[in-house]
């Protein structure tokens, strides 16, 4: 197919597991080249943020450019949490402007994956190195095909979720990784990272299967080529907590003669925006039942004003933990709901290797109801200036926006405890885990 055949690009969309920003060209310390070779060649984003530091809630807020608590997936899919019955999706608003929608390997938004709305669901296994090639394959034959009709394709990658330890992926030496900022030098962390970057290293050659197919075919010229993630690495102190670490995420676009050229932005962005950008983009028609904005304007370099914020927040995951809060560029501020560990680790991660070196010291202290962090001045969030008195007019107006937010969205977390599905609730009875 030749690069004019469609009047609209194409869009191929990777999403991988608990990425967050562990790739070399965000500086990582991992060899990452055929990621990085898209950033280089395209346009890479520095501070966006997932909605939540969880799976299925932050991928429902991409597909539905609405928050969890306001869409109703405020927890895992497979355990019961689904969208509202009147949820509308990006598939769903893409085949309405007439796109094909294609599903390869995994979602994490629904039991059921045909309620997201893809016309073609090929296959739901999202190893790397076993849908790269399928997708590959899509590829020439939409080109050989000379399909008229642009595509949509969503690419779910399991790799790098837990566990890191697996066979068939090589690790590094763990004496040799380079530490995660946030979290101390000890030999289980080493362990998880040499086997985490393990898992990156076949997301890596997956993307490049998938870049090289679009080159050889030509239809690089008239795809939109997304990289991203759900949201921080599972690993103590990110997944399924409001710091950064949890809730910054990779995110990489390309289409040459458009969005090129390795340009960077460190504008705050949120995942919901990326609907409505993704909609614009099609020339789809604009929703006007959403939270998030489109970034079109900032991505093509014209008008665009730049977010002064975003919220995060968490309700369920393997556990109950309820927090909201506001992330500006230079603040944080967190309201923690009831008595819970002051830093709680998903059970993948409690029971790996960095959980076990750091879940006593995390779960002996009760965290604090409010947190306020500065970002420039202590970007890993190590200190909370909630209590401080020359902080206490900036806690009160970030505490007052969080409110405000909760409040005009009827946040159910207002009434009281959030109720479990069934399923959480029978797997609670059963769980050993710590909360």
């Given at each position: 197919?030749?690069?004019?055949?469609?009047?609209?690009?194409?869009?191929?969309?990777?999403?991988?597991?608990?990425?967050?920003?562990?790739?070399?060209?965000?500086?990582?310390?991992?060899?990452?080249?055929?990621?990085?070779?898209?950033?280089?060649?395209?346009v890479?984003?520095?501070?966006?943020?997932?909605?939540?530091?969880?799976?299925?809630?932050?991928?429902?807020?991409?597909?539905?450019?609405?928050?969890?608590?306001?869409?109703?997936?405020?927890?895992?899919?497979h355990?019961?949490?689904?969208?509202?019955?009147?949820?509308?999706?990006?598939?769903?608003?893409?085949?309405?402007?007439?796109y094909?929608?294609?599903?390869?390997?995994?979602?994490?938004?629904?039991?059921d994956?045909?309620?997201?709305?893809?016309?073609?669901?090929?296959?739901?296994?999202?190893?790397?190195?076993?849908?790269?090639?399928?997708?590959?394959e899509f590829?020439?034959e939409?080109?050989?095909?000379?399909?008229?009709?642009?595509?949509?394709a969503?690419?779910?990658?399991?790799?790098?979720?837990?566990?890191?330890q697996?066979?068939?992926?090589?690790a590094?030496?763990?004496?040799?990784?380079?530490?995660?900022?946030?979290?101390p030098?000890?030999?289980?962390?080493?362990e998880?990272?040499?086997?985490?970057?393990?898992?990156?290293?076949a997301v890596?050659?997956?993307?490049?299967?998938?870049?090289d197919?679009?080159?050889?075919?030509?239809?690089?010229?008239?795809?939109?080529?997304?990289?991203?993630?759900?949201?921080?690495?599972?690993?103590?102190?990110?997944k399924?907590?409001?710091?950064?670490p949890?809730?910054?995420?990779?995110?990489?676009?390309?289409?040459?003669?458009?969005?090129?050229?390795?340009?960077m932005?460190?504008?705050?962005?949120?995942?919901?925006?990326?609907?409505?950008?993704?909609?614009?983009f099609?020339?789809?028609?604009d929703?006007?039942?959403?939270?998030?904005?489109?970034f079109?304007?900032?991505?093509?370099?014209?008008?665009?004003?730049?977010?002064?914020?975003?919220?995060?927040?968490?309700?369920?995951?393997?556990?109950?933990?309820p927090?909201?809060?506001?992330?500006t560029?230079?603040?944080?501020?967190v309201?923690?709901?009831?008595?819970?560990?002051?830093?709680?680790?998903?059970?993948?991660?409690?029971?790996?290797?960095?959980?076990?070196?750091?879940?006593?010291?995390?779960?002996?202290?009760?965290?604090?109801?409010?947190?306020?962090?500065?970002?420039?001045?202590?970007?890993?969030?190590r200190?909370?200036?909630?209590?401080?008195?020359?902080?206490?007019?900036?806690?009160?107006a970030?505490?007052?926006?969080?409110?405000?937010?909760?409040?005009?969205?009827?946040?159910?977390?207002?009434?009281?405890?959030?109720?479990?599905t069934?399923k959480?609730r029978?797997?609670?009875?059963?769980?050993?885990?710590?909360?």
């Amino acid at each position: 197919m030749s690069s004019s055949a469609n009047a609209r690009p194409n869009i191929l969309f990777i999403i991988c597991h608990d990425v967050g920003q562990h790739v070399g060209c965000y500086g990582a310390g991992l060899n990452t080249p055929r990621i990085d070779e898209l950033a280089a060649d395209g346009v890479k984003f520095t501070k966006y943020a997932c909605t939540a530091a969880q799976c299925s809630p932050s991928r429902g807020s991409i597909m539905t450019g609405r928050y969890p608590h306001i869409n109703g997936l405020v927890g895992l899919a497979h355990i019961g949490w689904e969208f509202n019955d009147d949820e509308v999706t990006l598939p769903m608003y893409l085949n309405d402007a007439g796109y094909g929608t294609y599903l390869f390997g995994g979602q994490h938004e629904s039991a059921d994956p045909k309620r997201v709305g893809y016309h073609n669901i090929w296959g739901e296994s999202g190893n790397a190195l076993g849908v790269a090639p399928r997708v590959a394959e899509f590829l020439r034959e939409t080109a050989a095909a000379g399909t008229q009709q642009p595509f949509f394709a969503c690419v779910g990658i399991g790799e790098p979720h837990r566990p890191y330890q697996r066979k068939g992926y090589k690790a590094d030496d763990p004496a040799e990784v380079t530490l995660l900022p946030w979290l101390p030098d000890r030999p289980g962390i080493r362990e998880d990272i040499a086997g985490l970057n393990g898992l990156m290293y076949a997301v890596d050659e997956a993307v490049g299967i998938m870049s090289d197919a679009l080159a050889e075919t030509n239809l690089d010229r008239d795809t939109l080529v997304v990289f991203t993630t759900d949201h921080g690495l599972a690993m103590p102190r990110a997944k399924g907590m409001c710091y950064d670490p949890g809730i910054m995420t990779a995110l990489i676009m390309r289409m040459p003669g458009r969005f090129e050229g390795g340009r960077m932005h460190d504008e705050l962005l949120s995942n919901i925006d990326m609907l409505p950008t993704l909609l614009e983009f099609a020339g789809a028609e604009d929703p006007t039942n959403i939270d998030g904005r489109s970034f079109l304007g900032l991505l093509d370099a014209i008008d665009y004003a730049p977010r002064e914020d975003i919220f995060v927040e968490m309700t369920w995951h393997d556990k109950y933990n309820p927090m909201r809060g506001i992330r500006t560029s230079r603040y944080k501020y967190v309201k923690n709901f009831g008595e819970r560990p002051l830093v709680y680790l998903p059970s993948d991660i409690y029971r790996g290797r960095a959980g076990e070196e750091m879940r006593d010291e995390y779960y002996a202290t009760t965290r604090p109801e409010e947190e306020l962090y500065d970002l420039k001045a202590d970007p890993l969030e190590r200190r909370n200036l909630a209590d401080h008195p020359e902080q206490q007019q900036r806690l009160s107006a970030l505490r007052d926006r969080v409110q405000r937010w909760m409040e005009e969205t009827n946040d159910r977390l207002l009434e009281g405890d959030w109720p479990p599905t069934d399923k959480q609730r029978e797997r609670l009875e059963t769980d050993t885990t710590p909360n």
